[in-house]
Every structure is written in structure tokens, then in C-alpha cells.
Antibody, heavy 123, light 110 residues
């Protein structure tokens, strides 16, 4: 079955760290870029990071650059988002999403999404 | 603040045709494909339209898109009650070197 399953969401204090994961199955992960998109309560969708099909090229939104780090482990069919120095404005539902086109990084077309993992930042 | 501008709301009656606009700039819409999503509360966003106006399997042909210069639009014909959702446009931005989403348009079927 083709699916993405996020996990690792939690309540974290401001300044804290958290790693969320995305396990994927049903497709060749070394052919598609993978991205993270979040939605804060009452807000719209916000792209925050993406990694190329081979784990090489990476990009981050300015709002998380220097604090978040994305990695991919093809052997485990998993994508990880390490989030450091968390701020209250990072509180959101974090979605993992698969690029629709093979061997293409600049995706804004995501044809497969997980159900999201919730991150809360509060003291 | 979104770099892609969408109207916050739109509405129509069943059977009508509605359009949702998405305005950007040369580094995003002007230079890259625009994609559209439908988002229902409590569910993951759903890709409606992707490169070259293609629709994923299962998306009805009532949904179509267009693009001119630095603006794009989504059209929904034969409006149905189940179309009530929030719609987002998205595009890669060459200057930001990342993806930008519009602020979303809440569609109400009256």
C-alpha cells in the first residue's frame, strides 16, 4: 500500500528540541523528493523543507532555516525532521508529502500526504 | 504573509461555476507550474491539479485551471456540496528557493 505515516509529535517547551519521523511505503523512495508542510492552528499551509530523491539536495523555508534539519534514510524508508530551538510559532500539524514527479526537486505538487503529527510548543 | 495571494473566501450555488484566483510574481507563477489543493477539515490536503493541467486519478473534470503571466486560477464547474473546502495554490519560488502556498480560499456552497 502506498502511504506515508508521520510520528513523533509531542508537547515541547520553547527552546526545546524534537524529531518527527515519516515512514513511507509502496513506492521507490529513491526516485521522489520528499517534503514537510505544516499547518498552524487557524492558519494555512506552509512549506518548510524538502529533500531530493537521493538525499542530497535540501531546502528550507526562511522561518526554520538554521533550526530545522531534514534527513532521509532510504534503508529504513524514513524521513526525519530534527527541530531545534522550537518557538511557539512552530506549533502546528506537520505533514510529510511526496513529490509527484520522479527525479524532480522543485516540487510544489505532492500526490501523497500523511495524516500529520501534532507539535505543540508551550511552557 | 503569503507571497501568493488568494481571496479569503468564495461562494456559489449548486450547479454554478466558480473561479478562485491566485496572484504571484515572476519568480514563482511566472516561471514555474502552479498546483492546486483541496483541503477538508481533519484530512490531509488533496492534490487537484498538477503540471500541465493534469488531474490525479479520481479528481473529476469539473476541476480545471488556467495561468496567464503571474496569475493563475482554479475553476470548478457544476458546483456540488462536497466541494465545500479550503483551496490552496502552490508554486516553487526561484528567489526563495522553496515552495510557497497561497493563503487559502474557503469555498462555501450556498
Amino acid at each position: 500500500e502506498v502511504q506515508l505515516i508521520e510520528s513523533g509529535g509531542a508537547v515541547v517547551q520553547p527552546g526545546g528540541s524534537l524529531r518527527v519521523s515519516c515512514e513511507f511505503s509502496g513506492f521507490h523512495d529513491n526516485e521522489y523528493a520528499m517534503h514537510w508542510v505544516r499547518q498552524a492552528p487557524g492558519r494555512g499551509l506552509e512549506w518548510i523543507s524538502g529533500v531530493g530523491w537521493d538525499g542530497g539536495r535540501k531546502a528550507y523555508a526562511d522561518s526554520v532555516k538554521g533550526r530545522f534539519s531534514l534527513s532521509k534514510d532510504n534503508s529504513k524508508n524514513a524521513l526525519y525532521l530534527q527541530m531545534n530551538n522550537l518557538r511557539p510559532e512552530d506549533a502546528a500539524l506537520y505533514y510529510c508529502a511526496k513529490g509527484a514527479r520522479k527525479f524532480y526537486f522543485e516540487n510544489s505538487d505532492y500526490d501523497l500526504w500523511g495524516q500529520g503529527t501534532l507539535v505543540s510548543v508551550s511552557s | 504573509q503569503s507571497v501568493l495571494t488568494q481571496p479569503p473566501s468564495a461562494s456559489g450555488t449548486p450547479g454554478q461555476r466558480v473561479t478562485i484566483s491566485c496572484s504571484g510574481g515572476g519568480s514563482n507563477i511566472g516561471d514555474n507550474p502552479v498546483h492546486w489543493y483541496q483541503h477538508l477539515p481533519g484530512t490531509a490536503p488533496k492534490l487537484l491539479i498538477y503540471t500541465n493541467s493534469q488531474r490525479p486519478s479520481g479528481v473529476p473534470d469539473r476541476f480545471s485551471d488556467s495561468k496567464s503571466g503571474t496569475s493563475a486560477s482554479l475553476a470548478i464547474s457544476g458546483l456540488q456540496s462536497e466541494d465545500e473546502a479550503i483551496y490552496y495554490c502552490a508554486a516553487w519560488d526561484d528567489s526563495l528557493k522553496g515552495v510557497i502556498f497561497g493563503g487559502g480560499t474557503k469555498l462555501t456552497v450556498l
